[in-house]
Every structure is written in C-alpha cells, then in structure tokens.
C-alpha cells in the first residue's frame, strides 16, 4: 500500500518599503502596504480561490477520499483577514469538510529557534492560537518555517506537545535510506517526522512547465504510475510546496488546474494507493528507523541548508541585529512594538539578501520588491536603525516611569 500525503504551505510575506536613510528617526512606516495588498489579491484571485475550490470538489467526488494539510502562515492569515476575507471562508469550508488537517508553524514565518526559543515558543503558541479561533482545529502536528529542521528541533516541539514534525529527505542525511517510510528523531519516542520525497514534490512544483525537462508534458496519468510503483518499496509520499504551485508558480493556461483536478482518480485507480494526513499516516504507520539529523536541514535549493537565509555577511549581520533587540523590545511592554519587531523578524526579509544561484530562483523573483540583495540589505539595515532608536525610546519611557 502506498498513501499519499499532500502537504500545502501558505505564506505572503509583509513586503518593506525602500527605506532610504534620510528617512532615520522621522518616519515609522515600514511597509509597502499597496504591494502588500496588490499581492496578496493577486495571488488570491490567481492561486487560493481556484485551487481551494478544486480541492473542495476533489473531496467530494472522491466521497472524502481525498484529503490535504495545510499550515498557513500568521502572516497571510492576517492579510487575507484585511484583503480577502472570501479567500479564509473558502478555506473553513475546506476544514470542515474534515479530509483537511491545518499544522502548526512559527506566527511570522521565522528562524527565531536559531536564535531565541523563548521566541520561538511565544511565536508557536500565537499560531495555534490564531489556527483554533479561524477554524476551530487544534493543530497537533508541527512545520517549522522553510522546513528548517535538526535533533534539536524535534525535541523541542516534541516537548510542546506535537504529534509528527516535518522535514526534507535530503540524500545527504537519508543515505541509502528511503524518504517514503515513517521515521523517528534520533532519540525520541513521541513525536514522529515525515520526510519530504523532494524529487516527486519538485517535479510538481517546479519542473512542471519546463519544455526542457525530459518528463514534459507531466501528465495526471504519468505522475500517477510513478506513486503506484512505489508500492513495496514504500508506504508513505510525502508532496511537500508552496500553495502557489497551482496558479501562480504554474500558471493556469501551462494545465496546472487541470493535472491537479485529475490527479487523485489517477492515483485511486491503483487499489494499493490512498491519500492521508499527516496525523492519520502517524497513525497508520509505523516507524522503521531513527534518523539523525546533526545539522540543520531545510527544503531551500539543492544545498538544503541554512544558506538561503544565512549565507552571507549582510544576512548574518541583519539576522543577529534584529534579535539582540529582543529584551529591550519586550521590556518596553508595548504590543505595536513587539508586534513590529516580530513582523520584522519574517525569514524573506533575509532571503531577498542571498547572493547565490537558486535552483528555484525565477519562480520567487517576481515576489522580490528588490532589484538586487545589497538594495534589500540597505533598507532592512535602514528599518532597522530606525527601529532601534524607537525601541530605545520607549525603554527608556519605561525605566523613568
């Protein structure tokens, strides 16, 4: 038998205006609040809506058989909130139809567990806060952002109570190993991971449309052989991209919508296959090994490492300088502050900053608000000047009072 596990991260980020320097200590705003919203209705209205409803009738058709996970970002979830509200009511119809699980992740999509865990913690519990009131789901099974993920993350949220924890089956830590089998975190019992299979995900997500690509055309009935054959040889693939796959990074007229509407009766012809949720293959399988992962490990390029977001000195500068303001900002006891330091936290800030070739570059440049990353690391490093002489200010407020 071989389950398919369908995994969908939903994630805008709140895009920062190009800060100048003149602008230090005379203007707070630091976002782009008309890309903000221009984007995020784009993306609604090409990606969210379309695919939501596709994945609604694929439910139905299949009399539930067919079932997805989503984590969805604070971030967007409060985007959407403001500017397409619509695009939330579609996605509670998809929870209640029960053949959908939400997972948790960091409110803000950050690194905060490289650098804070109290941080990272107080970001967590803000996200399964916001999942339960949006949709009345408590989330039991954990994303970290980008999929970043190591032993030490896994004890961690194991701790906070999860049930599973996602990660990437890279080689370099897999081996000879398959990523279509349950694992265990080296050294625990509780809490199991499911590996990402990246080969089978990326042919989706980013060779779909690929003229080059010796698979193109990529059709429901082809993909569909390569899950069948899987049969004894594994027991669960994990299809781990961007919810943007369908409609953005892909667009509608390259047949994205319509592979995505054939795929699972292609996959269900095979009696052996079916389709779970992250907490139902917990359930379903069980575990074949521990897995050992020493070092960090995310899903960005062919690396899969932190390099995507610490690679060079201007993201390990920008990234350290926002979180040694940690204490001053939530000593300040001030909830715009606090809240503002968080949303500049957020991991693309440091991604528009990588100087190195990505693999997956041209399908996320045109999110990029920067023509180059040395014009993203100026207007952080300009934001964040700004910021900490705001966050002096009002400390120091605080310490007189």
Known sequence: MVSVCFYFQVHQPLRLRRYSVFEIGHNNNYFDENKNEAIIRKVAHK???????IILDLISNTDGKFKVAYSMTGIVLEQLEKY???????????VETGCVEMLDETYHHTLSFLYSKEEFKEQVEMHNKKIRQLF??????????????????????EKMGYNGILAEGADHILGWRSPNFLYRPNGLNKIKLLLKNYRLSDDIAFRFSEKGWQEHPLTATKYASWISKINGNGNLVN?????????????EDKGIFEFLKHLPFEILKHEDNDFVTPSEAIKKYQ???ELDFPHYVSWADVERDLSAWLGNKMQQEALRDIYVL????????????????????????FYYMCTKWFNDGDVHKYFNPYDSPYEAFIAYMNILNDFRIKASSLSAVRLVE
């Open 136 to 157: 009345n789901f408590k989330p039991k099974v954990f994303r970290n952002t980008e999929l970043v993920y190591n032993n030490d993350i896994a004890g961690f949220v």
């Open 287 to 289: 575990t074949v090994a």
């Open 47 to 53: 990606s969210y809506l379309p695919t939501n409803k």
């Open 239 to 251: 299809l781990f991209m961007d919810y943007e796959t369908f409609g953005e990074h892909q667009w």
């Open 326 to 349: 940690e204490q001053s900002v939530k000593s300040s006891r001030n909830p715009t502050m606090i809240e503002e330091w968080r949303k500049l936290q957020t991991s693309d800030h």
């Open 84 to 94: 397409a509200p619509e695009v939330i009511d579609s996605f509670k119809k998809l």
